[in-house]
């Protein structure tokens, strides 16, 4: 199913704020394009280090640029596309802040 991005500016916006991480966030936008997903497994086929959270939250983390960022996603599969809702996106030392403080299965920044 055709991966239909919820708050795709938000990623843009950072992109544009933080210069580093431009080229690896078009990469994974291209990426995120083409992708045909029908479960949550398909999201591991396309991104790799991507991690899906526990807890029935229905989130994945997108390492983005060798890991320097990290991207909190939440999903939703419905019948002939898949919502992906950006929550949150920062560096991996934000990142290890939100884990440490068990919220990264319920931020939703944007």
């Given at each position: 199913?055709?991966?239909?991005?919820?708050?795709?500016?938000?990623?843009?916006?950072?992109?544009?704020?933080?210069?580093?991480?431009?080229?690896?966030?078009?990469?994974?936008?291209?990426?995120?394009?083409?992708?045909?997903?029908?479960?949550?497994?398909?999201?591991?086929?396309?991104?790799?280090?991507?991690?899906?959270?526990g807890k029935s939250?229905?989130?994945?983390?997108?390492?983005?640029?060798?890991?320097?960022?990290?991207?909190?996603?939440?999903?939703?599969?419905?019948?002939?596309?898949?919502?992906?809702?950006?929550?949150?996106?920062?560096?991996?030392?934000?990142?290890?802040?939100?884990?440490?403080?068990?919220?990264q299965y319920t931020?939703?920044?944007?």
């Amino acid at each position: 199913m055709k991966v239909h991005l919820i708050k795709e500016k938000t990623i843009r916006k950072y992109a544009l704020a933080n210069a580093a991480s431009r080229i690896s966030v078009e990469e994974w936008l291209s990426k995120a394009k083409k992708a045909d997903w029908n479960g949550p497994a398909d999201i591991k086929k396309t991104y790799p280090a991507a991690d899906l959270l526990g807890k029935s939250s229905l989130r994945v983390v997108f390492d983005i640029g060798g890991n320097n960022y990290r991207m909190i996603c939440k999903y939703a599969f419905g019948e002939d596309s898949i919502r992906l809702y950006i929550c949150w996106i920062g560096t991996h030392g934000e990142y290890d802040k939100l884990c440490n403080n068990n919220e990264q299965y319920t931020v939703f920044s944007y």
